[in-house]
């Protein structure tokens, strides 16, 4: 059901209807029933706003609540109810996709299935890398799962780090993290199960740093160099999948070089993602 998911289906109508309904929503939840404060918001509002054209814009953030999206993007000053300015963003496919009227929703709200297991070179990721192509803002949830647990951020999955190294422009990456949606939507609240409505009268901080460069280039050089002595890269165990040859700005990389480079990047994500988990904290004290 791709098609629905396109900006002209229908006129764009039932697009704009969805996040009218949606944002509107996300508003009322973060910003009426419980408090919101938001670190760095200029930052993310002046790309999503008013970036290069062309220049696409990757978020990553940690993942504590079914509703992180939308209630991330439910603070004051935030577009929310903008359908053409707001996010496209990777969604399970076993929660969001599971029958016709959830997929037809899902695909309106600009979110791509993603099969969890199914690996970075799963079908839906190719749609995933189209968007960041068309300069489009693209939003992600690098761990992969929901974890309501006040801990370290967990090691990220690397289909992030290859949208990054594949897409033909390298987008802007923007940490991000966030507390206080275990709260509003709790895992186990009663007989184990979530509550039917968003939780009131909880406290949401929202971290927002500052974007992340990388040089692809001189990052997939050293990654062709180094998986070529680094057993944990080059031996025949951890690359049974046989990933396809890559050749991202005129460089080829097999699977070795690939696995150094993803690990490398998704290291220096989940780094600046931890530092702001940590910013946040010392704000609370």
């Known amino acids: 059901m791709e098609w629905a998911g396109r900006e002209k289906h229908m006129g764009g109508i039932p697009r704009k209807m969805v996040f009218l309904v949606v944002g509107t929503f996300a508003k009322a939840v973060a910003t009426l029933l419980n408090t919101t404060s938001v670190h ?52 399970a496919e076993d929660i969001c996709f599971k029958n016709s ?27 995933a890398l189209q968007c960041l192509n068309n ?29 990054i190294v594949r897409s033909n422009v390298t987008p802007i990456v923007l940490p991000m993290v966030h507390s206080g949606f275990q709260e509003v939507m709790p895992e186990k609240y009663f007989l184990n199960r979530r509550p039917p409505f968003p939780l009131c009268k909880k406290k949401i901080r929202i971290m927002i740093g500052e974007p992340l460069e990388f040089d692809i280039h001189k990052m997939m050089q050293s990654a062709v160099s180094k998986s070529r002595d680094d057993p944990i890269f080059s031996s025949t165990e951890t690359t049974s999948r046989r ?14 070089a690939q696995r150094c480079l993803y690990s490398t990047i998704s290291e220096q994500i989940q780094t600046a993602m931890e530092k702001l988990r940590s910013l946040g904290k010392s704000f609370l004290k």
Not at 107 to 126: A, S, V
Not at 145 to 152: I, L, M, S
């Open 243 to 256: 990933w396809p040859i890559i050749s991202p700005h005129g460089l080829a990389l097999d699977e070795a």
């Open 135 to 163: 300069g489009a803002w693209l939003h992600t949830f690098p761990e992969g799962k929901v974890c309501q647990e006040d801990a370290p951020i967990r090691r990220l999955k690397w289909g992030t780090a290859s949208l």
């Open 101 to 127: 009227l959830f997929t037809y929703f899902f695909r309106l709200g600009k979110c791509i299935p993603i099969t969890r297991g199914g690996g970075i070179y799963q079908e839906h990721m190719n749609e």
């Open 40 to 91: 760095n918001a200029d930052t993310l509002l002046r790309l999503v706003r008013s970036r290069p054209p062309g220049i696409p814009l990757l978020t990553v953030s940690n993942h504590m609540s079914t509703l992180d999206d939308p209630l991330l993007w439910g603070f004051k000053g935030f577009p929310s109810v903008d359908a053409k300015l707001a996010r496209w963003a990777l969604a």
